[in-house]
């Protein structure tokens, strides 16, 4: 894939998470797409447009956060040919009442005019400290 093209779905991608909005995130994901949280956060990995497309908007956050303090500023997107990176802070109110603020780093391969992948990291041992309990429910 083209950088521009690439660049495009970045975006797109970024503009629907920050609006929770699942219709376009389906658009613009693969049949076949995976979502791969970071490993140690016990989430995923969630496999195929539908799975990520409810987990991404809104299923998994909606579980950790009060979706209507969640914010994402977005620090810098760098493109090059099929891979887009964002780097972003994520802050919100948990569930529980907490403050959480985090960075993330989001990896997302395209393909065929959709994201067929996206990698996320964060420091995990951060939000385990804060999101703790609700990551692991007994």
Known sequence: MDTDTTRRLVQAFVEARARNDADALN???A???VWQPPLSSGLGP???REKV???LSGGVQSRLFD???MRRDVHKIVVDGDTGIILQRLSATTVEGKEYVNEYC???TCA???ISRLDEYADTLHASRILGPLLNPR
């Open 27 to 29: 658009a613009i994901l």
């Open 31 to 33: 049949d076949d797409a």
């Open 46 to 48: 969630f496999n195929g």
């Open 53 to 55: 497309t409810k987990a």
């Open 67 to 69: 979706l209507d303090t």
């Open 106 to 108: 989001w990896a997302i």
């Open 112 to 114: 065929d005019g959709k």
